[in-house]
């Protein structure tokens, strides 16, 4: 009965001796599938293009080295339309706030034109087109009948101040 007791003693201290078996693998959760929420499509605004109400804002006629620009927008926030002539590129540049790519219309009371947008690339994003400074498009712009429209595929639709910055900055770029 010895060699039973002392032999249940030694399997006792070999089993005290051995580790425990290792912990079961800890599963974790899948990571959370982000959820993309696509922005609503922009509201067009309806009826006449004549008759959508004027954005809120006014314009701001500015020069610098590269030549004279206009802003459209509130005051103490970032421009929703710029219009800026380049005169080393004898160039005007029309840009609308927003971010993507796709076609830039141009609406005034006798005529519209469609052009080409494409990104700035800047901090604050804008879809920017390139006028020639002798495009009928800008006298129609300059003698439309209180206001144009400007109209970015993508983006809601802007109806602003036809004002005199800019016969201004387009007048900068002729001369």
């Known amino acids: 009965m010895r060699i039973k007791l002392l032999l249940l003693a030694s399997l006792t201290a070999l089993t005290a001796c051995?580790?425990?078996?290792?912990?079961?693998?800890?599963?974790?959760?899948?990571?959370?599938?982000?959820?993309?929420?696509?922005?609503?499509?922009?509201?067009?605004?309806t009826?006449?293009?004549?008759?959508?109400?004027?954005?809120?804002?006014?314009?701001?006629?500015?020069?610098?080295?590269?030549?004279?620009?206009?802003?459209?927008?509130p005051?103490?926030?970032?421009?929703?339309?710029?219009?800026?002539?380049d005169r080393t590129r004898q160039r005007i540049y029309l840009a609308r706030a927003g971010s993507g790519a796709g076609r830039i219309v141009i609406r005034s009371s006798s005529t519209l034109k469609e052009f080409a947008g494409s990104p700035t690339g800047g901090a604050v994003p804008y879809i920017a087109t390139e006028i020639m400074p002798r495009d009928p498009i800008l006298d129609a712009m300059i003698f439309s009948r209180g206001r144009i429209a400007i109209e970015v595929s993508g983006q809601t639709p802007l109806a602003i101040p036809s004002w005199a910055e800019i016969g201004r900055v387009i007048e900068d770029c002729r001369v």
């Open 18 to 45: 051995s580790s425990p078996p290792p912990p079961p693998p800890i599963r974790q959760a899948p990571p959370p599938v982000p959820v993309v929420v696509a922005p609503p499509p922009p509201v067009r605004p």
């Open 47 to 73: 009826g006449d293009w004549t008759d959508w109400p004027l954005a809120a804002g006014d314009w701001v006629y500015r020069q610098d080295e590269r030549g004279s620009i206009a802003l459209f927008g």
């Open 75 to 85: 005051m103490n926030a970032d421009a929703l339309v710029t219009l800026r002539c």
